[in-house]
Nanobody
Framework: QVQLVESGGGLVQAGGSLRLSCAAS????????MGWFRQAPGKEREFVAT????????YYADSVKGRFTISRDNAKNTVYLQMNSLKPEDTAVYYC?????????????????WGQGTQVTVSS
């Protein structure tokens, strides 16, 4: 069993930055790929970023590439999402998730545990 708790969301002006954190419980964190997804009102949950178990490999959605950075600290059982140059269209509830795989994935079906989400609101 893995539990995930996100934090760091909030209200920010366009062009600003936020750093999301996702703290995981369980001894298998370091062997699992992690991902960030987001869901805006009335829209489906979409992929944002993913990182392999070691942190060596990352992959981003085109919409956030060059602005967001995913990282992890396996000693702290935590994954991060640094979000820079935020835009109003980044407004959503952001979820972290963990996969039973070691390699990263952009597909929701590959993730078996999810956090409760944290709201990010970007004002214009």
């Amino acid at each position: 069993q893995v539990q995930l708790v996100e934090s760091g969301g909030g209200l920010v002006q366009a062009g600003g930055s936020l750093r999301l954190s996702c703290a995981a419980s369980g001894r298998t964190f370091s062997s699992r790929a992690m991902g960030w997804f987001r869901q805006a009102p009335g829209k489906e949950r979409e992929f944002v970023a993913t990182i392999s178990w070691s942190g060596e490999n990352t992959y981003y959605a085109d919409s956030v590439k060059g602005r967001f950075t995913i990282s992890r600290d396996n000693a702290k059982n935590t994954v991060y999402l640094q979000m820079n140059s935020l835009k109003p269209e980044d407004t959503a509830v952001y979820y972290c998730a963990t996969s039973g795989r070691t390699s990263y994935s952009r597909y929701k079906d590959n993730y078996d545990y999810w956090g409760q989400g944290t709201q990010v609101t970007v004002s214009s």
